[in-house]
């Protein structure tokens, strides 16, 4: 079973900046946070990922806190291409897998 | 650079019937997976090879799932009988090494209905 929780849905608009929470509150020290995203009919995209520092790539952004326990995506500015389901997850060092839960349903309004 | 490639996208079949999916990785990528999402359910892994060697398969419902990799590149993943309860979409992956911060590059998936 998925070890996070994420709210089940969220909207944002066209432009503003989208920020998805992901509660992680038992990850132990060698578990990295990742976050992929699946756009309708499509398979799931990675985006980031990261481990205590906080990340940044050209998709995204990932802030973790402090206690690890939570963690925050943020699109800058949102797209309409950006709706879909995002999904965050817990991956041992080593293990490869990917459990993947529910996920959050991102909608971004124009 | 050429994506995961999957087919059929669809397929229907009745249940009893057997069905199989195929998949090519991305080239020069060692480890493969099979995964299966049911409607509203992110995706569960089903089994993950390294090359041509099974590294876990204990999500495989063995009885009438099967998969193989014969010559560590492309895998046929078959189901026989199939259930009602098999309509999923079936999604194959592949990363280059299987290591630990080895992104996943997912194929469009397979539609299964099962009537």
């Known amino acids: 079973d998925a070890k996070t929780t994420q709210p089940p849905s969220m909207d944002c608009a066209e432009g503003r900046a989208a920020n998805l929470p992901c509660n992680h509150s038992t990850i132990s020290g060698n578990e990295y946070v990742y976050w992929y995203r699946q756009i309708h009919s499509q398979g799931p995209q990675y985006i980031i990922h990261g481990l205590k520092n906080n990340e940044t790539n050209e998709m995204a952004s990932l802030i973790i806190t402090e206690d690890r326990k939570s963690s925050t995506l943020i699109l800058p500015h949102a797209t309409l291409r950006d709706t879909a389901v995002y999904y965050c997850?817990?991956?041992?060092?080593?293990?490869?897998?990917?459990?993947f839960g529910q996920g959050t349903r991102l909608t971004i309004n124009p | 650079e050429a994506g995961v490639a999957q087919s059929p996208r669809y397929k229907i079949i009745e249940k009893r019937q057997s069905v199989a999916f195929w998949c090519n990785p991305i080239s020069g990528h060692a480890t493969l997976y099979w995964y299966q999402q049911i409607l509203g359910q992110g995706p569960k892994l089903l089994i993950q090879?390294?090359?041509?060697?099974?590294?876990?398969d204990s999500q495989l419902p063995k009885d009438r799932f099967s998969a193989e990799r014969l010559k560590g590149v492309d895998s046929t993943l078959k189901i026989q009988p199939a259930k009602l309860e098999d309509s999923a979409v079936y999604l194959c992956a592949s990363s280059f090494a299987g290591g630990l911060t080895d992104t996943q590059y997912f194929g469009p998936g397979t539609r299964l209905t099962v009537l």
């Open positions: 997850i817990e991956v041992s060092q080593g293990a490869q897998k990917l459990v």
């Open positions: 090879f390294q090359n041509n060697g099974v590294v876990d």
